[in-house]
Every structure is written in C-alpha cells, then in structure tokens.
Nanobody
C-alpha cells in the first residue's frame, strides 16, 4: 500500500485546513486508514482513524470536536478536516493504513506515507 498525503500549510490559530491522503496498491478499501502526527522533539502520536467501511471512527482526545476524518473508497482517499486549529497542533502529519481495526492502531499502523507539515501560528 502506497500513501501520499497533501494539504498541509501555514494557518493562523482558529483557522482550518483539510489534509488529504491518496492510497494505491492493494485493495485499500479493505484497510483501516488513519492520521498520526509528530511535533519537534515529541513522539509520534495518534490523531484519528476510520475503519475500512467508514462505519467507525476514532479520535485522540486532543482533537475530538475539532477534527473530522472521512474516506472515499471509490477514490481511495482519506481526508482529515481540521477546524479551530491551535498552535499545539503544529506537527508533521502522516497518513497510515492497517489491515486491523482496534485500539492497537493507536500505537502505529502497518503502512505509512510521507508526512505533510502543518504549522499553526498564534
């Protein structure tokens, strides 16, 4: 599975951004998809995930109510809509995919794309 994220950029606090990830390779519609982020001098952390059928979503507490994950299996894409951005959301965001679904995905997924930088100014 190959993943390509896009949509990062610079935004002021309170603003919005939409990240997109295009997947290719195996039948990606059968994979759970997610987003992780890593800020400077911090460990990578789970942000959000969506099950393969989009029937279930999961969010980190820090982004609940502000971020929304969605997927379009016909287009092999997953999106992360980020509203009310805060300076602490500044990080490199990574798209990921996993055959499994469950709490273990918070620790990481099987496939990773290159990251896209999100910078939120105060």
């Amino acid at each position: 599975v190959q993943l390509q994220a896009s949509g990062g950029g610079l935004v002021q606090a309170g603003g919005s951004l939409r990240l997109s990830c295009e997947a290719s390779g195996r039948t990606v519609s059968r994979y759970a998809m997610g987003w992780f982020r890593q800020a400077p001098v911090k460990e990578r952390e789970f942000v959000a995930a969506v099950s393969w059928g989009a029937g279930s979503t999961d969010y980190a507490d820090s982004v609940k109510g502000r971020f929304t994950i969605s997927r379009d299996n016909a287009k092999n894409t997953v999106a992360l809509r980020m509203n009310n951005l805060k300076p602490e959301d500044t990080a490199v965001y990574y798209c990921a995919a996993d055959w499994n679904w469950g709490p273990d995905i918070h620790h990481g997924m099987q496939y990773w794309g290159k990251g896209t930088q999100v910078t939120v100014s105060s």
